[in-house]
């Protein structure tokens, strides 16, 4: 083992990717790339990095700053609890620890929206500590480099491989080692086909000595997402539109949007959408647009129909502001709501 690991330590050092959160052992910068990279490609995630370390560059600022920043400067990303956990663990630390960040495995894990992975990627990256960092990539090198038939999303898979790494790690560089493994799965053992030529596990692989790759790693069928049914407005009043702010359960909490009422079917029209908000004064329709938006597990078919008031009808609603379109582009919004913004 000893021998793969300077192996994978050689060729991380000669073909790895430069990327600004691995030139620092800044728990804060790691902890943030690390929270933005969950379910965020590198190539998207990178700009997102630059404008929120450069907008809060430390703990103390983001702790300082309000909901709406933070929100604001994830917006576009999604799963928006990252943003929301990311700020209450900014002011946990502030408040609670002395505004030092924790320094160990299990002690980062106390943090809200730190799992396993991201408490190892810390506390190796930024610590040296001798722990694995498990992500989807590592699992996916994982199970072909040792020949794990475990279904990878398993506790068992993952108490597995986690020994198995934290043995093959007693004599490297944490931060090193796990930095390469994520990248042999970024880089070169792919899901559907692993360049088994050039990665650097392939004389100790598992998976290429048995031409198991195809078989490993073994994964459950994802669930079909559901469908659901969103009918917009966007009802203007002279240079006034109506925006909303969403609650704080379910999905882009705290975001705002246009009203909003959902359907069970994909057959409702302007006028059950109207009656269910009450709305009876005459409304000159200046269009619509249909949208369908994929999210992980959800399918959302929406659509927007694009209203207008008389100057002296303000409809006034629980909830509702009446805004200029710069005072609603200032607003942390979600992805689809961006996409149906339509200023004119």
């Known amino acids: 083992m000893q021998i793969v690991i300077q192996t994978l330590s050689r060729w991380y050092n000669l073909e790895s990717r430069d990327l600004p959160w691995r030139r620092t052992r800044d728990p804060y910068r790691i902890w943030i790339s690390e929270i933005i990279l969950q379910q965020t490609r590198v190539a998207q995630g990178l700009a997102y990095y630059e404008r929120f370390v450069g907008q809060l560059p430390d703990i103390q600022s983001l702790a300082l700053a309000n909901e709406g920043e933070v929100l604001k400067l994830w917006q576009g990303l999604g799963y928006y609890s990252r943003a929301r956990n990311l700020h209450k663990a900014a002011r946990m630390v502030m408040n609670e620890l002395g505004g030092v960040f924790p320094s160990t495995f299990q002690d980062i894990q106390q943090l809200p929206g730190v799992g396993l992975y991201t408490a190892g990627a810390i506390a190796s990256f930024a610590f ?32 597995k491989l986690f020994s198995l790494l934290q043995d093959a790690m007693v004599f490297a560089d944490a931060n090193e080692f796990n930095q390469a493994m994520i990248e042999v799965g970024a880089t070169v053992c792919s899901p559907t086909q692993p360049q088994c030529d050039i990665c650097p596990l392939a004389d100790a692989c598992v998976a290429r000595l048995q031409q198991l790759q195809k078989q490993l790693p073994v994964t459950r069928k994802k669930q079909k997402p559901l469908d659901k049914y969103f009918y917009y407005v966007d009802i203007r009043c002279g240079n006034h539109h109506v925006v909303v702010r969403r609650s704080d359960v379910g999905i882009w909490s705290h975001l705002h949007e246009f009203p909003l009422i959902e359907g069970d079917t994909p057959e409702w029209d302007l006028d059950v959408v109207l009656e269910r908000w009450g709305i009876v004064e005459k409304i000159i329709v200046e269009g619509e647009k249909t949208i369908k938006h994929q999210l992980t597990h959800q399918t959302i078919h929406a659509k927007c129909w694009y209203l207008c008031l008389p100057s002296d009808k303000f409809v006034k609603k629980d909830g509702w502001q009446w805004l200029e379109k710069d005072e609603i582009l200032s607003l942390p919004l979600h992805r689809l709501m961006e996409k149906m913004i339509r200023f004119t």
């Open 128 to 159: 040296g500590e001798k722990v694995p960092a498990i992500d989807g990539n590592v699992k996916r090198v994982g199970a072909r480099f040792f020949g794990l038939f475990e279904d990878i999303q398993s506790q068992a898979f993952q108490k």
